[in-house]
């Protein structure tokens, strides 16, 4: 099976899914990982704030930050080969580049857009 490597950028957690507001895009990321994993992906998740180390140990991260700075997190790496940088991948190409085919996730998101108080519950806006 394929494996999956991603270096994030800093994040205050391992998936950076946390807090009073959470970024969407991460939300969706989180559910691409865990549908990967469920289909026998293997995913492993480097955060520069918490596990530098293996950013340094892999020669095109290095590069790549020694050229980008930050800027070009997060990367992507499948079975070695880099699947993109700077932004995280759409199921879509996660799951082709592994191998499968895309489909819905068992466990969906719980995305908390505002912190404001603006959405009460069964309010549908969030």
């Given at each position: 099976?394929?494996?999956?490597?991603?270096?994030?950028?800093?994040?205050?957690?391992?998936?950076?899914?946390?807090?009073?507001?959470?970024?969407?895009?991460?939300?969706?990321?989180?559910?691409?990982?865990?549908?990967?994993?469920?289909?026998?992906?293997?995913?492993?998740?480097?955060?520069?704030?918490?596990?530098?180390?293996?950013?340094?140990?892999?020669?095109?991260?290095?590069?790549?930050?020694?050229?980008?700075?930050?800027?070009?997190?997060?990367?992507?790496?499948?079975n070695g080969e880099e699947?993109?940088?700077?932004?995280?991948?759409?199921?879509?190409?996660?799951?082709?580049?592994?191998?499968?085919?895309?489909?819905?996730?068992?466990?969906?998101?719980?995305?908390?857009?505002?912190?404001?108080?603006?959405?009460?519950?069964?309010?549908?806006?969030?």
């Amino acid at each position: 099976m394929s494996l999956v490597e991603v270096f994030d950028p800093p994040m205050c957690c391992s998936s950076g899914v946390c807090g009073l507001t959470v970024d969407p895009l991460l939300a969706a990321f989180a559910a691409d990982v865990e549908y990967l994993g469920s289909h026998g992906v293997t995913v492993t998740r480097h955060n520069l704030s918490q596990d530098p180390q293996p950013f340094v140990a892999n020669a095109r991260v290095l590069e790549l930050m020694q050229r980008e700075g930050e800027a070009c997190l997060p990367i992507v790496l499948v079975n070695g080969e880099e699947l993109g940088h700077g932004a995280y991948p759409r199921r879509e190409e996660l799951a082709r580049a592994a191998g499968l085919v895309a489909g819905a996730s068992a466990a969906k998101p719980r995305i908390r857009l505002s912190a404001d108080g603006c959405c009460t519950p069964g309010s549908g806006c969030c």
